[in-house]
T-cell receptor
């Protein structure tokens, strides 16, 4: 398996623009997590899905952020409008409670480094 | 929300064994204990997971005492390439917490 795939790897955009980050989880995994990592706040969970359904989005900073998972092989994280404080590395991870004892055995993608100017 | 406590940083030298201990004060009955490793500019990488006693794989060993209030990640004979941030978590099993909290992790620096 190719592992978790994220695109783009780098994104530079201007304040106010819409940004869409994409993730393809590992085939067969039923959990998908979106994280954000900054020096100031560390690694934060934004939202997670189970079987394509959003389960907890309490980490989503505000209404400018939205995430979807239309099918088991694809998820998006959208920021509209983007702001400089959204600059961070965004990771997607997947796991399977059906295969492993814990959904915390997660496999992370390479991340998307977002810079909002 | 499951939370853990671990040292902010540790230093070691090549060839030594490194033990990083984590406190799991809020661990639930069904929680598993999981450790991750993160190199700069990469996503965290799953290292090892356990429920109780000892687990060993090709990378590390994980020691969990009977009360499960702590865990110790043991890295045998570290090399420079083991310099990374190490995170411990508890949760993820059916009936337990599903919201992973990574915290700040332990920054391990291995010196020549």
């Amino acid at each position: 398996d190719a592992g978790v795939i994220q695109s783009p790897r780098h994104e530079v955009t201007e304040m106010g623009q819409e940004v869409t980050l994409r993730c393809k989880p590992i085939s067969g995994h039923d959990y998908l997590f979106w994280y954000r990592q900054t020096m100031m706040r560390g690694l934060e969970l934004l939202i997670y899905f189970n079987n394509n359904v959003p389960i907890d989005d309490s980490g989503m900073p505000e209404d400018r952020f939205s995430a979807k998972m239309p099918n088991a092989s694809f998820s998006t994280l959208k920021i509209q409008p983007s702001e400089p404080r959204d600059s961070a590395v965004y990771f997607c991870a997947s796991s399977s409670l059906a295969i492993r004892a814990s959904s915390y055995e997660q496999y992370f993608g390479p991340g998307t480094r977002l810079t909002v100017t | 929300l499951a939370k853990t406590t671990q040292p902010i940083s540790m230093d070691s030298y090549e060839g030594q064994e490194v033990n990083i201990t984590c406190s799991h004060n809020n661990i639930a009955t069904n929680d598993y204990i999981t450790w991750y490793q993160q190199f700069p500019s990469q996503g965290p990488r799953f290292i090892i997971q356990g429920y109780k006693t000892k687990v060993t794989n090709e990378v590390a060993s994980l020691f969990i005492p009977a009360d499960r209030k702590s865990s110790t990640l043991s890295l045998p004979r570290v090399s420079l390439s083991d310099t990374a941030v190490y995170y411990c978590l508890n949760g993820g099993a059916s009936g337990g917490s599903y919201i992973p909290t990574f915290g700040r992790g332990t920054s391990l620096i291995v010196h020549p």
